[in-house]
């Protein structure tokens, strides 16, 4: 119990308050004192003390009036009432604790009772004040934990929508990531590839759709897990046909190698499911065009259902190529092959009339790998 508490006696006998001031000093409290009920209001009000003496009958206010004053101000905190009154009538008690008083005394007042009394109402307090400060404190958490919980929440939701189009890694360093504008509008050198089936025009023309829905699904669990390896950005993987790019919006110093070895690891794995597809009567084929250069990279959509996207003449380009391949061709820009000639057996197949392109392209067919490790 705290012995410093303060005390504030009302009553406009001095006598009385001499009394009482003496049996509680005794005791370490810190005593205050009113003489009438006015003053005792306006005392309370600004010292906010942790117990109230109230005599009943005082001049300007009477004991029961301060009390239920005290009580319905919803300002001040909790503060026990204790009312020290000459008048001992059941009607006047009643009154009292209707009012809002918390114990109530007859004088002369018994001093063992007294200090009973006031160390009873000290307790109650303590532990009104100590319940008070924890719901305040248990609040305050819940409110931090429903902070944290919203944040957690848009962040896995932030993090699910950029797993459509980038590795799960990426997509975390991007969450986590101090800057906030990794994916607004912004230009960039990259590296782009796409790749599609040949054939599949004519194919799902004629195939039951459920084939049709067989090939694209075992495509799609082909190539996807070959994007994650590679760290590429999925532009889009909708259908036979796929885009991703390098670069961006992590930065990928050796890009164009990059690109060329998810392409020959796509073609690969790729080879092995075309044969299965043409024992079942499906003629398809597969192509790759890869091309790097410069690009606008940003968010486009709308209603929470963004798209990250390279938009350029460099993704147009890796489209043509990639139209031109035949089954089997991984066709790369000059520019590419300039990055990767040291590391791929590739050949030259000339200019190639570009639909888009006003001037011929010169382009170049990968082979395979220049050596088995170099890449």
């Known amino acids: 119990m705290n012995t410093s508490a303060r005390i504030l006696i009302a009553d406009d006998d001095a006598t009385n308050v001499d009394i009482l ?15 009438d009920g006015e003053e005792a209001l306006s005392m309370a009000r600004e010292l906010q003390p942790d117990l109230v003496l109230l005599d009943v009958m005082m001049p300007r206010m009477d004991g029961i009036e301060v009390c239920r004053n ?33 114990e109530y005394l007859t004088k002369p007042v018994d001093q063992t009772a007294l200090v009973a009394r006031v160390k009873s109402m000290l307790r109650i307090k303590q532990l009104h004040d100590t319940s008070c400060e924890q719901s305040a404190q248990l609040l305050e958490w819940n409110q931090r934990l429903e902070q944290r919980v919203t944040e957690q929440i848009e962040e896995l939701d932030r993090l699910s929508q950029l797993k459509r189009f980038f590795s799960p890694q990426i997509a975390e360093m991007i969450v986590s990531a101090e800057d906030g504008n990794l994916l607004e509008d912004h230009r960039n050198e990259i590296t782009v590839l796409f790749a599609d089936l040949r054939n599949f025009t004519a194919f799902s023309a004629n195939a039951e759709p459920e084939d049709v829905m067989r090939v694209l699904r075992q495509y799609h669990q082909l190539v996807a897990p070959l994007i994650l390896e590679f760290e590429a950005t999925l532009d889009h993987l909708a259908g036979d046909g796929l885009m991703v790019f390098f670069n961006d919006p992590v930065p990928c110093p050796d890009s164009a190698a990059q690109a060329a070895r998810l392409a020959l690891a796509m073609r690969k794995q790729m080879n092995e499911l075309l044969k299965k597809w043409r024992k079942r009567g499906f003629e398809l084929g597969f192509g790759v065009g890869v091309a790097s250069g410069y690009a606008t990279l940003g968010q486009i959509g709308a209603s929470g259902q963004f798209h990250y996207t390279a938009i350029g003449s460099v993704a147009n380009l890796a489209a043509r190529l990639c139209d031109s391949a035949a089954d089997g061709q991984i066709l790369v820009s000059q520019a590419i092959f300039a990055e990767i000639e040291d590391l791929v057996d590739a050949e030259s197949i000339g200019a190639l009339e570009l639909k888009g392109f006003h001037k011929p392209v010169s382009a170049f067919n990968v082979r395979d790998f220049a050596a088995r490790d170099s890449l």
């Open 21 to 35: 001031q003496m049996r509680l000093n005794a005791h370490g409290y810190e005593i205050f004192s009113a003489r």
């Open 70 to 102: 005290l009580k319905n101000d919803e300002s001040l905190p909790f503060m026990p009432v204790i009312i020290v009154s000459a008048r001992a009538d059941s009607q006047d008690i009643v009154a009292a604790l209707d009012a809002g008083a918390d």
